[in-house]
């Protein structure tokens, strides 16, 4: 008997509409056009978050980088972020010499804990970074107070927010600045790329023209950088790409979050077994089902990759604590980001996943946890 076909964690959901856009900018969108769909996804990214400015950006650790750099965050600043994330929102702060400030995640939500931020500032904090990990919400009220009151620059890293919304606003809008990723695992992808978002016009266009190689906006002299800045711009042809997905978001989202729903209630009746939150007045986007097994289970992480690899399916670990990465130079600083990472698995989540592909993932977790003669 053949082994049953891979399920693979993740893949964009690319239709005939977006290649036609793609195909418009490859023949037309050279010369006097060669912005044309960059504005236009930049114009309806904005309105879709609901702030009043948008930059499109090679990747969302650029976004990071622009928008700390115009923030002045340099050599002597601290930023305050968790231990639980992936590399790619720590990097830009080492990328301009500040010192990460890695503190412990809530064990529900597991992002930011904001008493362990709180007991994390010093003279010396310049922001905090709120990231929505996988798609869950940090607890949006108490950091945007706590830096209301300090007088520091919050900042969210919403690479994995796409549809998640906090109490009517859209992850990305309520910090000084936001960060999306459209990397092709993401709910809307342009393959690579990202945007910076903000409704504070002067740092808008400082990242504006830090973007474009410091070269200010306006400028009458041609090749002329007034600053030092950077290459993070997103070429034309990925933003047609942009435009065709961010029409398709309702859509996309909505799938993304009848397949946590699928989960949900697969595993609901099975004790010590956790998905991501969604209390009242929150919304996820889902980008990453994410399951936590208990200690009572028995069962690590570990044994569960273990489980879905002999069954060909495509599950991935939770993120490693930051604290761990032997060049962090820095000692542990996360009891919970220490013990989810040893409990907790993401499951295949994408567009076009079937119902008897959802069943076969269900059917290794409940196999697992349960010890059940249950086919694959």
């Known amino acids: 008997m053949s082994a049953p076909a891979r399920i693979p964690l993740s893949r964009p959901s690319i239709t005939e509409s977006e290649i036609a856009l793609v195909n418009d900018a490859v023949r037309h969108g050279w010369g006097e056009r060669c912005y044309d769909y960059i504005h236009q996804f930049e114009q309806a990214f904005a309105q879709h978050i609901g702030v009043r400015h948008a930059i499109a950006t090679s990747s969302c650790t650029g976004a990071l980088h622009m928008g700390l750099a115009a923030l002045g965050v340099g050599p002597g600043d601290e930023v305050i972020l968790a231990d639980t994330n992936w590399v790619a929102s720590v990097a830009p702060i080492l990328y301009l010499g500040a010192k990460p400030i890695l503190v412990d995640v809530l064990p529900d939500t597991w992002c930011l804990d904001p008493a362990a931020v709180r007991a994390a500032l010093t003279p010396r904090t310049k922001a905090i970074m709120a990231v929505h990990l996988y798609g869950n919400l940090c607890a949006m009220d108490e950091l945007l107070c706590l830096c209301e009151e300090k007088g520091i620059a919050l900042i969210e890293d919403a690479a994995e927010a796409i549809g998640s919304i906090y109490h009517g606003q859209r992850a990305g809008a309520m910090g000084t600045f936001g960060a999306f990723s459209f990397h092709g695992s993401k709910t809307l992808s342009t393959g690579e790329g990202g945007m910076f978002v903000t409704d504070d016009t002067p740092l808008y266009k400082h990242v504006l023209s830090l973007s474009n190689h410091g070269r200010v906006a306006g400028q009458q002299r041609q090749f002329w950088p007034e600053m030092l800045g950077f290459k993070y711009k997103m070429s034309n042809l990925q933003a047609a790409l942009g435009v065709g997905q961010l029409q398709r978001t309702g859509e996309l989202v909505a799938r993304k979050r009848e397949i946590f729903h699928r989960y949900q209630k697969a595993f609901g009746n099975i004790e010590g077994v956790t998905m991501n939150p969604e209390p009242?007045?929150?919304?996820?986007?889902?980008?990453?089902?994410?399951?936590?097994?208990?200690?009572?289970?028995?069962?690590?992480?570990?044994?569960?990759?273990?489980?879905?690899?002999?069954?060909?399916?495509?599950?991935?670990?939770?993120?490693?604590?930051?604290?761990?990465?032997?060049?962090?130079?820095?000692?542990?600083?996360?009891?919970?980001?220490?013990?989810?990472?040893?409990?907790?698995?993401?499951?295949?989540?994408?567009?076009?996943?079937?119902?008897?592909?959802?069943?076969?993932?269900?059917?290794?977790?409940?196999?697992?946890?349960?010890?059940?003669?249950i086919s694959p």
Request: one cysteine or more; proline letters at 7%.
């Open 280 to 373: 009242p007045g929150i919304t996820i986007g889902a980008w990453m089902p994410t399951i936590v097994m208990a200690p009572q289970t028995e069962v690590s992480a570990e044994k569960m990759l273990q489980a879905f690899k002999l069954a060909n399916i495509d599950a991935r670990p939770f993120f490693a604590p930051l604290s761990t990465l032997p060049w962090m130079a820095c000692s542990a600083h996360g009891a919970w980001a220490q013990d989810l990472y040893r409990r907790a698995v993401n499951l295949p989540s994408f567009h076009d996943m079937t119902e008897a592909e959802i069943d076969r993932v269900c059917n290794v977790v409940m196999r697992t946890i349960l010890n059940k003669n």
